[in-house]
């Protein structure tokens, strides 16, 4: 038996308010418990966004109702709420900014770099920004970041190239940190990757960012210590949406992140350290989180199964990762000295879990 810290994921899109038929803050919460997570952090990219009182009020509600495990809200950055300055109150009930500044899911994308300014100078220091900003994109959150003289945070890196320049960033002392999402390394666009599985309908391979080559993947594994935590940007749609012929971009991933991670560790390709590192230790660093008193997880580290989407917690009943051979379950989690979750079973109540920014 392995026991590990209550583990943090740092991008879980929760659906609700708006999408419940995909999932909401019950059966997010449950899948969280369910993959080791006690705490996590909900994107804004609802409906309605977050990204007022109203909203941030109404997203805080359905959790406080429903929550099985500990969260935070992110708010998102839109062209109407660009001066933090008139709403200080704000930032601080939420996990952080995030802001959208390339293509993705949802109403937020923001292209006016005018609009960029003002969110960078008004939203506070202490608080991260966090930017799904692609390719040159990231280049140009990297000079406001500079520009700025702030810490920003990019999400789901996935490039050769971003990594590559991140790391430059990194050695020249600018405040940026970074997350990867584990089917950006667990899964290439040829599908030829870690279980050569073939069984991935081409909707269901639609994600954003998109699945990259084993060129971009390699570069994500040979340059481990750069990337600061692994977040698994769950984002359920049902198998309907996704075999659609509009398929909605984006993969659940909070029930299998951490079994892939412990098979990796089993065959050498990183440390169980490092795993708790970049799913704990940095994440609670870097979003400034208080501790968890009475919370570990425990797993254990020789059960060996084929991963089943259909026997998750999660609403949406599939998984990218379907028929994948993993080593290491999660038995139990203990969240404030409560038995949360055990042996398959969800035991947090509804309203268990609280706001950590409360
Ligand atoms: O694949 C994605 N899905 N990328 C995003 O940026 C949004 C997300 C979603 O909300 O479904
Ligand atoms: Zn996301």
């Known amino acids: 038996m392995l026991k590990l810290p209550g583990l943090i994921d740092l991008h ?5 308010p708006g999408a419940t038929h995909k999932e909401d803050w019950d059966t997010a ?3 969280a418990l369910a993959g080791g997570f006690t705490t996590i952090f909900a994107m ?3 409906m309605p966004p977050i990204f007022d009182r109203d909203t941030l009020d109404l997203g805080l509600a359905s959790a406080k109702e429903k929550a099985r495990c500990d969260y ?23 996990a952080g900014l995030k802001m959208y500044l390339d293509s993705t899911f949802g109403e937020l994308r923001l292209d006016d770099m005018t609009l960029w300014m003002q ?23 990297i000079l406001f970041a500079e520009i700025y003289d702030r810490p920003i945070h990019i999400a789901h890196l996935s490039l050769r190239e971003e990594i590559l320049i991140i790391k430059a960033a990194k050695e020249r002392g600018i405040k940026v940190t970074c997350e990867v999402a584990p089917h950006h390394l667990f899964i ?20 954003r960012p998109r699945l990259t080559s084993q060129k971009d993947v390699d570069a994500l594994w040979d340059n481990l210590d750069i990337i600061d935590c692994f977040a ?6 049902t198998i309907e949406e996704k075999d659609s012929d509009n398929p909605l971009p ?13 098979t990796a560790a089993d065959r050498g390709r990183l440390t169980v350290d490092d795993i708790v590192e970049k799913m704990y230790t940095n994440p609670k660093k870097i979003f400034n989180l208080p501790e968890q008193p009475g919370t570990w997880i425990e797993v254990d580290e020789n059960a060996q199964y084929e991963i089943r989407g259909a026997e998750h917690f999660s609403r949406c009943g599939w998984t990218p990762f379907e028929g994948y051979q993993v080593k290491g379950r999660v038995t139990r989690v203990v969240l404030r000295g409560k038995d949360v979750y055990k042996d398959g079973k969800v035991l947090a109540e509804k309203g268990f879990g609280q706001n950590i920014r409360d």
């Open 12 to 16: 879980v899109h929760v659906r609700e």
């Open 29 to 31: 919460t449950s899948a």
């Open 44 to 46: 804004p990219n609802t």
């Open 72 to 94: 935070a809200q992110f708010l998102g950055a839109g062209p109407n709420n660009a001066n933090w300055d008139v709403h200080p109150d704000l930032p601080p009930r939420a």
């Open 119 to 141: 969110h960078f100078a008004t939203f506070p220091k202490h608080l991260p920004i966090v930017l799904h900003a692609e390719s040159r994109t990231m280049a140009a959150g």
């Open 188 to 207: 290439n666009k040829d599908l030829t990757g870690f279980q050569n599985l073939s069984g991935l309908s081409v909707g269901h391979q639609e994600v």
């Open 232 to 237: 698994t940007d769950h984002a359920p749609h």
């Open 250 to 262: 984006g993969f659940p991933g909070l029930e299998t992140a951490l079994p892939l991670f412990l």
